[in-house]
């Protein structure tokens, strides 16, 4: 079936001529078509752009040109501007929002030859880890649909897992594609800070926020990742540094390889999670790397930095939404501060609101000191714990989420348990560090990731360790039930 | 550390949140206890430790050359606007 | 009734003479239509991020090495937070703890030509805001973001001025300096050059500063002055009538000549300032501050003290030609047509004459309609005494006018001066032959009747009789 099939395979039959960019966008339009509205992936659908794209591919292909992800389909998470298309950010702050240009992940995708199937459905200005916060919806775990898919990137995860597309764009601030990934069985890459343009990414929070992809493997995401990748000057956040081949990264043996567990990853760890990880353990030992227990002892620290620094930078980033220039305005404001207010106040969703107030508080005269710079010292010990843990292993390895995923309305009531689910992954965000979710495994019935974490720019070293980890096991295959 | 209703009005008056009078104790109690969750922090010693802004510490600002780089786009660009009047925004009056 | 002391501190906002803006590469041309000049960045668009130009840092770099400030090696963007539809990002990014210039002083010359020296505690780099307009909107207002976005020196002097007349004299030293530095266009009435001023009072002799009250916005140095002494009224007055001064921004109207409180700014603002997590520390080298060192123009102070000394001029005078550099350089120029020994003559015009005549035409003094080489062909008929200073001067005139040369005007008009004796002794004799009765009178002792007779010679010469010769002819003739 085409939607089983590798992006190399898809590429292959492409450039044969056995299928057209056309057929295969078709392919998955009708699969979005079908089971697109019980999972509530999407909030965007775009077919008439997604089969002119898709025919303008197949010209270039027939100009000659040969690029790895030349007519292949892509949703976008919808906190990428897409010029001439809604972009909601998953906020009705943005319903009526039609981006007036493209983001940089966007402009370059496009030119590698993808084909957009539309916006992905996305926790609220991607404040949440569960996509239970959207205005259009709780996005559905196409594993059980009851349950959730992780979030913010809910939406992205859902649909590659679904198989609605062989590739879909997520970001990623405290988790928010490595979380999605493992609870819906499939590979998610976060690069490192500043390796990927955010220009023209909804912003949450500056510091933290990076773009990445969904994929149903690592050698599918190496290609997308290599288009996405390098430097932009309209970000100065964007690091100078050239790219390497991430494709012919994955062909670098894995001997001597030096893994190193997160002590304080197994602390508390249920038993059968903590088996999965020990399994893949044992599969990277056979591959000839070695492995020895390391420790981040501020690493616990992490989850309340985040919860400082991320709301102290979306409370700032938010006041551009006022209902003055763009997106939702209140009905007959009668003085301007009851414009901003009720525009706000209706536009906005209630997670959102608590992390504007969370982090207006945290900045606020009397408190900077005690919360934001404080976390800010935090935020170095933690990067300093990450750093000593590098000189004496190559990679971090531990579970991405604590369990599978749970229920839709199991956890929305309260917010700090909500927060603790990000344990896992908020640390590489602080440190701005690359990370990469690949299944390793189920729990009752449900997919659990295990997490792969490297040094600043060692994505070719990552990518590498998880394709081979995938070459050895056959977890990244399995499709949800219904879906194959 | 609790929060009182007065600081979170205060504190929504400040982020310009209106929050009706009903959902005002739900308010109050999550964002006590996050604040509560985050109070954690002050037990990490951190004397001498300098903040971090960004993560990749050592990187500096890139300077961009004086060069005037774009086309007048206000038709497109207000295309989105909620009130427009003569090319300006429209906003009910700001006093001085 | 105490004696007062005034204490007051300015913060200009110089607009950066950029072309393009301090964060995105919208012009800053002014007047353009509205929103013209707004760009996604400007118009703070979601998913947009700001990229720093690199001249505005120069010529932050440029002012703090001329006023002899550190400049830092390092220095942050914060965020400054507040809700403003001018402001569309809902904040501005501006410097706040690590600012780049600090610790500067700046010279200023007094009426009574006392030199005092004033700190400038930091400049900083900002944005500008947006504007509102609000006519022809009823109940409404109207939002241009073409300003938005434009680079800001913010420079904040310590407060070290006693008197309104001290702040002016700062304020226009600081419009001479950036004009001089070209960093600045100093234009008051498009906003290119803003005055806040902080006021406040305290008894002579106390160490603690009063409550001060800021007044915004102020775009004149007349207005600077006029708002500065009403406010220091207003504070003794109250003060004096029990009451206390309240830490307050107010607005000067220029109508009613008073300050009064800005109702927009009523409650006190919390910035929460943080560094902007979207711009990295701007990290200078030696490099880069020698050479904004090596693009340094003469300063103000060292023009005037170079005209003072090689040109023999009073400090007054060197002042006032080394006020912009096209009037320096106007004056040189005039000065080497004619020599070291006539640069007063030059200066005098240049001051006199050229000065009125652009103040009359409206004009600058680079689009002068008579230039330096012109101007110093005219000064020399009047050292070789083609003509006399009288006559030069509606020769000057009509070169203004008619765009030609003085030599030309001086043949056209037969203005040559008189200066053959027997000529100008004829002349006397006829005046004498017919005014007997002054004649009687001089000799009998009316000695101002001299100046009758000189005007008459000169009626009868139209002018042109050297007024050195006609003197002494003169003399000998009434008095023989």
């Given at each position: 079936m085409l939607h089983n099939l590798s992006i190399g395979e898809l590429a292959e039959r492409l450039n044969s001529r056995q299928i057209s960019s056309v057929e295969l966008t078709r392919h998955f339009l009708s699969r979005i078509d079908r089971f697109g509205p019980a999972l509530n992936a999407l909030i965007t659908l775009t077919a008439e752009h997604a089969l002119a794209d898709a025919a303008a591919a197949d010209l270039r292909r027939v100009r000659g040109e040969r690029g790895q992800l030349l007519g292949i389909p892509l949703i976008h998470k919808d906190i990428f501007c897409t010029d001439g298309v809604r972009t909601s950010c998953g906020s009705r702050m943005l319903d009526n929002f039609i981006a007036p240009y493209d983001a940089t992940v966007v402009t370059r995708l496009k030119a590698a030859g993808v084909v957009m199937l539309g916006k992905a459905n996305m926790d609220e200005f991607a404040m949440g880890s569960s996509n239970e916060t959207s205005y259009y919806g709780p996005v559905k775990n196409p594993w059980n649909l009851k349950k959730v898919p992780g979030g913010s990137s809910g939406g992205s995860a859902a649909a590659a897992a679904a198989r609605l597309a062989p590739l879909t764009t997520g970001t990623d601030t405290g988790g928010s594609i490595r979380q999605p990934a493992a609870l819906t069985g499939v590979t998610g890459v976060k690069p490192t800070y500043g390796r990927v343009s955010r220009y023209g990414m909804i912003a949450f929070a500056s510091s933290l926020d990076q773009a990445g992809v969904f994929a149903r493997s690592v050698a599918d995401a190496a290609p997308a990742l290599q288009a996405m990748a390098g430097f932009d000057p309209r970000d100065s956040t964007s690091v100078d540094a050239p790219v390497p081949d991430y494709t012919a990264a994955l062909a670098q043996p894995l001997k001597g390889l030096?893994?190193?567990?997160?002590?304080?990853?197994?602390?508390?760890?249920?038993?059968?999670?903590?088996?999965?990880i020990h399994d893949a353990l044992k599969v990277y030992r056979s591959l000839g790397a070695q492995t020895k227990e390391v420790s981040l002892p501020h690493l616990p620290a992490s989850v309340p930095t985040y919860y400082v620094v991320a709301p102290a930078e979306c409370s700032s980033n938010l006041s551009r939404f006022d209902g003055v220039r763009y997106g939702y305005r209140c009905e007959n404001p009668q003085d301007l501060m009851d414009l901003y207010k009720r525009s706000r106040g209706e536009g906005f969703g209630a997670e959102v609101k608590r992390r504007i107030m969370t982090g207006t508080y945290v900045l606020s005269a009397g408190y900077f000191d005690a919360y934001y710079l404080?976390?800010?010292?935090?935020?170095?010990?933690?990067?300093?714990?990450?750093?000593?843990?590098?000189?004496?292993?190559?990679?971090?390895?531990?579970?991405?989420?604590?369990?599978?995923?749970f229920d839709i309305g199991a956890k929305i009531?309260?917010?700090?348990?909500?927060?603790?689910?990000?344990?896992?992954?908020?640390?590489?965000?602080?440190a701005g560090l690359p990370g990469l979710s690949l299944p390793c495994g189920f729990v009752d019935g449900l997919p659990m990731g295990l997490q792969l974490i490297g040094p600043h720019f060692s994505e070719d070293r990552l990518l590498c360790a998880g394709h081979r980890y995938q070459l050895a096991t056959d977890w990244h295959t399995r499709a949800p039930q219904g879906y194959e | 550390m609790s929060l009182t209703r007065q600081d979170v009005e205060k504190i929504a008056h400040l982020a310009r949140l209106s929050i009706s009078a009903e959902e005002l104790p739900a308010y109050v109690s999550a964002l006590s206890s996050i604040v509560n969750f985050v109070d954690d922090l002050s037990r990490v010693p951190t004397a001498d430790v300098a903040p971090l802004a960004h993560p990749l510490d050592g990187q500096h600002q890139r300077l961009r050359a004086d060069a005037v780089a774009e086309t007048d786009n206000r038709e497109k660009y207000q295309a989105n606007a909620p009130s427009v009047a003569a090319g300006l925004y429209v906003v009910p009056r700001v006093i001085e | 009734m105490a004696d007062w002391e005034v204490v007051i501190g300015l913060e200009i906002h110089a607009q950066l003479a950029t072309k393009s803006k301090i964060f995105s590469g919208s012009a800053t041309a002014y007047?353009?239509?509205?929103?013209?000049?707004?760009?996604?960045?400007?118009?703070?668009?979601?998913?947009?991020?700001?990229?720093?130009?690199?001249?505005?840092?120069?010529?932050?770099?440029?002012?703090?090495?001329?006023?002899?400030?550190?400049?830092?090696?390092?220095?942050?963007?914060?965020?400054?937070?507040?809700?403003?539809?001018?402001?569309?990002?809902?904040?501005?990014?501006?410097?706040?703890?690590?600012?780049?210039?600090?610790?500067?002083?700046l010279q200023i010359v007094l009426d009574d030509g006392a030199v005092k020296t004033i700190g400038i505690t930091r400049a900083h780099l900002e944005e500008d805001a947006g504007k509102s307009l609000h006519e022809g909107l009823a109940n409404a207002s109207g939002i241009d973001l073409n300003r938005a976005g434009t680079p800001l020196l913010e420079i904040v002097s310590e407060p070290d001025m006693r008197s309104a007349k001290e702040a002016v004299a700062y304020m226009k030293k600081i419009h001479t300096l950036v004009r001089y530095l070209e960093i600045c266009d100093g234009n008051m009435q498009e906003g290119s050059f803003r005055c806040d001023a902080?006021?406040?009072?305290?008894?002579?002799?106390?160490e603690k500063f009063g409550t001060r009250a800021e007044i915004k916005n102020l775009n004149s140095f007349r207005f600077v002055e006029k708002a500065i002494q009403y406010e220091v009224a207003r504070q003794v007055e109250l003060i004096e009538s029990g009451g206390s001064v309240v830490q307050e921004t107010r607005l000067y109207d220029s109508d009613k000549h008073e300050t009064r409180p800005m109702r927009s700014k009523e409650e006190a603002n919390d910035y929460r300032y943080f560094p902007d997590p979207d711009l990295l520390p701007v990290e200078l080298d030696q490099k880069f501050i020698d050479t904004v060192r090596g693009t340094l123009p003469e300063l103000p102070d060292q023009k005037a003290a170079r005209f003072a000394k090689d040109f023999a001029l009073s400090p007054y005078d060197a002042g006032v030609l080394s006020a912009s550099r096209e009037l320096g350089a106007y004056f040189e120029a005039t000065a080497a047509g004619l020599g070291a020994d006539h640069a007063k003559l030059a200066a005098n015009w240049v001051m006199g004459e050229v000065s009125s005549a652009l103040n009359r035409d409206n004009l600058d003094i680079g689009a002068s309609r008579v230039s330096p080489q012109q101007l110093s062909a005219l000064l020399l008929r009047i050292v070789d005494e083609t003509i006399s200073g009288k006559i030069?001067?509606?020769?000057?005139?009509?070169?203004?006018?008619?765009?030609?040369?003085?030599?030309?005007?001086i043949e056209a008009q037969g203005l040559k001066q008189i200066t053959d004796s027997g000529a100008i002794e004829g002349v006397i004799d006829a005046v004498i032959a017919a005014n007997p009765k002054q004649l009687a009178d001089y000799r009998s002792g009316k000695d101002k009747l001299f100046g009758f007779f000189v005007g008459q010679v000169m009626k009868a010469t139209g002018g042109k009789a050297n007024p050195a010769q006609l003197n002494e002819l003169l003399k000998a003739k009434l008095s023989s």
């Open positions: 030096k893994i190193g567990l997160l002590r304080e990853f197994f602390e508390g760890l249920e038993a059968r999670n903590a088996a999965l404080k976390a800010q010292r935090v935020r170095r010990l933690i990067v300093d714990d990450f750093r000593a843990a590098f000189t004496q292993v190559d990679l971090l390895i531990g579970p991405t989420t604590p369990t599978p995923a009531d309260d917010p700090v348990t909500m927060y603790l689910n990000d344990i896992y992954t908020i640390g590489a965000n602080l | - | 007047g353009a239509p509205p929103n013209s000049q707004a760009n996604l960045v400007d118009l703070a668009y979601p998913g947009v991020l700001p990229v720093l130009n690199g001249e505005a840092v120069r010529m932050a770099v440029k002012f703090g090495l001329a006023v002899g400030a550190e400049v830092a090696r390092r220095s942050v963007f914060a965020r400054k937070n507040y809700f403003y539809p001018d402001l569309p990002k809902g904040y501005q990014i501006s410097q706040y703890e690590l600012p780049i210039v600090a610790h500067g002083t902080n006021v406040s009072v305290r008894p002579k002799g106390r030069a001067k509606e020769v000057f005139e009509a070169m203004w006018s008619q765009q030609k040369s003085a030599d030309a005007i």
